[in-house]
């Protein structure tokens, strides 16, 4: 792992303050009663020392660079529909909406870009640019029947990851049914696709390098996969009759 250097530099400080030394093998098997949960985490902090009683652990919190490379994760800013941080969200908005615009060239990712300076808040979603119903797409030549819009989601809690979700929904302020000349015609349905993203169910492992190369029992947060429903795309069918 890449961060291994950095993080031994910060365990093995612990050891330069002569924190005890023994092996706890007492730890209860409920995952949320792991004393490691009893810690706070936040700021640019990630390792932490708990005491229990004579003995000592260590618990070290994941930062975004080690679950990048935790196994089954997507890849972060690579991904189409997800990114670790907004700017990257708002770069793969851009990206997703050039593939519904109208106008060809860059004119929806420079519509995007505007708005970098935004803040996100935990479950809130941002629809970025829009295409109309009736207005052309510029690769067929025919008008749409359905509305589409760029949308960035930010995840609810810090317990999963990527933080910014991406996606392709119908238009919000458009009706769902489809009507020519008063008649109902056919509906716009909103398509999803399932993604395999990270969350952390407050589970911990030991870490056997660092425990064996510290002296202390080094614990780490514990990631495992989850099935993501993401808006993909926003497509016309007829009603049938």
């Avoid at 009683?53 to 529909?81: M, R, Y």
């Avoid at 989601?153 to 769902?176: D, W």
Wanted: hydrophobic share 30%; glycine share 6%; aromatic share 8%.
């Amino acid at each position: 792992m890449t961060s291994q250097a950095p993080r031994a530099k910060r365990l093995n400080s612990l050891l330069d303050r002569k924190l005890l030394t023994k092996r706890n093998t007492n730890l209860p098997q409920d995952p949320s009663l792991h004393p490691c949960n009893r810690v706070r985490f936040g700021g640019k902090k990630h390792v932490f020392t708990v005491n229990l009683n004579k003995e000592v652990i260590v618990c070290h919190q994941l930062n975004e660079t080690e679950l990048l490379s935790v196994e089954k994760c997507p890849g972060g800013d690579k991904q189409a529909f997800a990114a670790t941080k907004l700017d990257k969200a708002l770069a793969n908005a851009a990206k997703l909406f050039k593939r519904f615009s109208s106008h060809g060239g860059n004119h929806g990712s420079a519509r995007v870009k505007r708005q970098s300076s935004i803040r996100m808040k935990p479950n809130e979603t941002m629809i970025c640019n829009c295409e109309s119903r009736r207005s052309i797409d510029f690769e067929t030549g025919y008008a749409r029947s359905c509305g589409v819009c760029a949308s960035i989601y930010r995840q609810a809690t810090s317990n999963r990851f990527p933080r910014y979700l991406n996606g392709i929904v119908c238009h919000p302020n458009e009706t769902e049914t489809v009507y020519v000349n008063g008649s109902a015609v056919g509906k716009c349905i909103q398509k999803t696709i399932t993604q395999d993203l990270l969350e952390w169910r407050g589970k911990w492992e030991i870490d056997p390098v660092m425990t064996q190369r510290v002296g202390l029992n080094i614990y780490k947060q514990k990631w495992e996969p989850y099935a993501q429903v993401i808006q993909s795309s926003c497509v016309f069918q007829f009603l049938t009759t």
